[in-house]
């Protein structure tokens, strides 16, 4: 069982930057690979970046590429999601999940995702 919180949400005008972060509880959490993922109102929810167990993996949006990165520290349990030059497009409720890294099913499908957060906002105005 693994529990997610995000934190590092807020307001930020266009091109700026933002660090969200998601603290996992549990002793196994560096056997998950973590995924960012968004839902902006009225629509679905959708892939954002998404890291290996090991860390040494990364996967992205093809919206998130070039602008945010993903990372994990193991030590402590924490996946970030550094977020530059930031779209009004960009806002979305942001929301950290946790899966098996040894399900064979690509990073981007949330329906592989066992464990999720409650989100954090990030708005963006222009």
């Known amino acids: 069982q693994v529990q997610v919180v995000e934190s590092g949400g807020g307001l930020v005008q266009a091109g700026g930057s933002l660090r969200l972060s998601c603290a996992a509880s549990g002793r196994t959490f560096s056997s998950y690979a973590m995924g960012w993922f968004r839902q902006a109102p009225g629509k679905e929810r959708e892939f954002v970046t998404a890291i290996s167990a090991s860390g040494r993996n990364t996967y992205y949006a093809d919206s998130a590429k070039g602008r945010f990165t993903i990372s994990r520290d193991n030590a402590k349990n924490t996946v970030y999601l550094q977020m530059n030059s930031l779209k009004p497009e960009d806002t979305s409720v942001y929301y950290c999940?946790?899966?098996?890294?040894?399900?064979?099913?690509?990073?981007?499908?949330?329906?592989?995702?066992?464990?999720w957060g409650q989100g954090t906002q990030v708005t963006v105005s222009s």
């Open positions: 999940a946790a899966r098996s890294d040894r399900v064979l099913v690509p990073y981007e499908f949330k329906q592989a995702y066992d464990y």
